[in-house]
């Protein structure tokens, strides 16, 4: 499927959810969320500076507060959201 993100949107992969630690189950209110996840594109009106540090797809830190929206796609959980959003590129 083609995907295309539009204006200032960046498009982040968020790492699988693990819901046990050491074989316990922990209830999906326990697990911690280290708002952090993969950039997999990006759209027209990123600068471009921004965009030839997004190009190699690198894992970030966000905003615990973004403006955007979690969606998911054939199972796989995504952010859309400002590319001023995110606050490191690790």
Partial sequence: MSMN?????VMVQL???VDTVNGVYMPEEET?????GTV???GESVPEAVQMQLASKPKVKYKEYYD????TID???YIVMN????????
């Fill in 75 to 77: 199972g796989i959980d």
């Fill in 83 to 90: 590319f001023k959003d995110i606050l490191i590129i690790l």
């Fill in 32 to 36: 911690v969320n280290k708002f952090e």
């Fill in 5 to 9: 993100v539009i204006h200032e949107n």
């Fill in 15 to 17: 790492p699988k959810k």
């Fill in 40 to 42: 997999i594109r990006f």
């Fill in 68 to 71: 955007g929206k979690d969606i």
